[in-house]
């Protein structure tokens, strides 16, 4: 596994774990947070524009997907 993909994988590991304990919001927040933190999966603004707005109306199996697929940074 790449560098690129352990971190990837991690960033969506700490976000799910966000989510499973309730909060949708602080889920997406913490992805995008934590793909600032290397500079090979920074967010495109497609991925930024897609977490605001999963996060304003996306239900929690919605973020669920989001994070799950968000391999395009």
């Known amino acids: 596994m790449t560098e690129r993909a352990q971190h990837l994988a991690w960033c969506r590991q700490r976000a799910l774990e966000i989510l499973d304990g ?14 600032l933190k290397h500079d090979k999966t920074l967010p495109t603004v497609p991925i930024v524009r897609r977490s605001v707005s999963v996060q304003l109306h996306g239900t929690a199996q919605e973020i669920r997907a989001f994070i799950e697929d968000c391999t395009e940074t």
């Open 22 to 35: 309730g909060d949708k919001i602080a889920a997406v927040t913490s992805l995008m947070s934590d793909l």
